[in-house]
């Protein structure tokens, strides 16, 4: 993974985006980005993210947190 966004990785088995949190018994722990439960992730599987999957997975944070009334 390159490009200043190594923290930032997709799952390859779901296509969800995650921040890479660690790495523990040969799988890669991934947050979502608005936070929550970690899951685990096998490094095969794991695809490096683009800054535009970022941006994207953003926006339909803020824009899930719109719609709820959350400021």
């Known amino acids: ?19 890479v ?3 523990v018994g ?9 936070g929550g439960r970690e899951w685990d992730c096998p490094p095969e599987s794991v695809q490096p ?9 953003r926006l339909r944070q803020l824009n899930r947190w719109s719609a709820s009334g959350v400021t």
């Not at 490009?3 to 995650?18: I, M």
């Open 1 to 19: 993974m390159t490009g200043g966004l190594e923290r930032y990785a997709v799952d390859g088995r779901t296509g969800k985006l995650g921040e």
């Open 26 to 34: 040969g799988q890669i722990q991934l947050r979502p980005l608005g």
């Open 49 to 57: 993210a683009t800054q535009d999957d970022v941006l994207r997975e």
């Open 21 to 23: 949190m660690g790495h």
